[in-house]
């Protein structure tokens, strides 16, 4: 069965960096994209970037520029995400999603469980 | 950017009675070239992680009830419950993948009248 499982509960401090992980499973890990969404408490889905690995491609939303990274390891079919210079406001449940094909420009047609992120001093 | 919002935030419906949701962009997610919608349509049930139930605007993800479904082109777009069930409460999302950077409506809360 296919699945994206992803890493556990973090609790970190303001100004810290975070990297959460997801592993797919079942599948062909690279003829899809990966996308990361973050969900704040009782907030809407807001889109934090995607990474297709056999492209080569990532692309951030502008407000995460300068602190996001995201990377993908083909041999472990892990994605990453690695987001710096933490602040309460990143207090969210981050998931990765899968796109229905590489390119960044897909729907999401699986979800990890999601991480949630906990930012306090 | 593109800017996706939905209206209303929440409705209630009554069980076995249609729920309507529309969602509109703030420019066309046409592809003309292949006369595409790029518009997905998720549901995230309390405590659950999201869902993919509707993509290409109109096409239903498989194994979702045929209850739901999705209309509409260019920037007006409409996801339809035809028989709400109780199963169904939960925020529904839109979603525009016509471009980067992707982005979701707020979303419309569904709850049982």
């Known amino acids: 069965q296919e699945q994206l499982v992803q890493s556990g509960a973090e609790v970190k401090k303001p100004g810290s960096s975070v990297k959460v992980s997801c592993k797919a499973s079942g599948g062909t890990f690279s003829r899809h994209s990966i996308g990361w969404v973050r969900q704040a408490p009782g907030q809407g889905l807001e889109w934090m970037g995607g990474i297709s690995p056999i492209l080569g491609k990532t692309n951030y939303a502008q407000k995460f520029q300068g602190r996001l990274t995201m990377t993908a390891d083909e041999t472990t079919t892990t994605a990453f995400m690695e987001l710096s210079s933490l602040r309460s406001e990143d207090t969210a449940r981050y998931y990765c999603a899968r796109g229905r094909k590489q390119w960044l420009e897909r729907e999401y047609d699986l979800w990890g469980q999601g991480t949630l992120i906990s930012v306090s001093s | 950017d593109i800017v996706m919002t939905q209206s209303p935030d929440s409705l209630a419906v009554s069980l076995g009675e249609r729920a309507t949701i529309n969602c509109k962009s703030s420019?066309?997610?046409?592809?003309?070239?292949?006369?595409?919608?790029?518009l997905a349509w998720y549901q995230q049930r309390p405590g659950q992680t999201p869902k993919l139930l509707i993509y290409?605007?109109?096409t239903r993800e498989s194994g979702v009830p045929d209850r739901f479904s999705g209309s509409g082109s260019g920037t007006d777009f409409t996801l339809t419950i035809s028989s709400l069930q109780s199963e169904d409460v939960a925020v529904y999302y839109c979603?525009?993948?016509?471009?980067?950077?992707?982005?979701f409506g707020g979303g419309t809360k569904v709850d049982i009248k």
């Open positions: 290409w605007a109109s």
């Open positions: 979603q525009q993948y016509y471009t980067t950077p992707l982005s």
């Open positions: 420019q066309s997610v046409l592809d003309t070239s292949n006369n595409k919608n790029y």
